[in-house]
């Protein structure tokens, strides 16, 4: 069973800006609307951010569910979204994975506030029926 991505994967991740999220309705197994978002590789793993932070539809979704699809890559994954517990040097590097994938945009810095965007991350791993 895989439980991380592989490194081929991890790779292509970090470069793709592509990517569609769809976390599964309350029956658990429909995939919801797919919401573009930025994702980033830090650790050798994938995360994602809410831009509208506990507001965002996908995020709730996302941490009630636990599980759904995203697309990213040009392909299409079943994965599992894991919220982020505090931990300073982790969300220091998700920062810095943003700030080098994204430093161009103007919608960059509030994606790096804490109270928003920072709070609501998760990781998101591969999943297996």
């Given at each position: ?8 994967q ?27 978002i930025?994702?980033?590789v830090?650790d ?5 951010r ?23 890559n040009?392909?299409?994954?079943k ?29 960059l ?21």
């Open positions: 069973m895989q439980t991380n991505w592989i490194q081929e991890i790779d292509a991740f970090s470069k793709a800006d592509d990517m569609y999220i769809s976390p599964f309705y309350s029956d658990g197994k429909t995939p919801g609307t797919p919401t573009r930025w994702s980033v830090a050798n793993n994938l995360y994602g809410a831009y509208n932070g506990l507001n965002s539809r996908w995020y709730k979704s996302a941490v009630q569910q636990k599980a759904g699809k995203i697309k990213l040009g392909e299409e994954y994965v599992t979204f894991q919220p982020l517990d505090t931990d300073a040097a982790l969300t220091e590097k998700i920062d810095e994975a943003y700030k080098d994938k994204y430093g161009n945009s103007m919608y810095s509030p994606m790096l506030i804490s109270e928003g965007p920072v709070s609501v991350t998760v990781k998101i791993l591969p999943r297996e029926d």
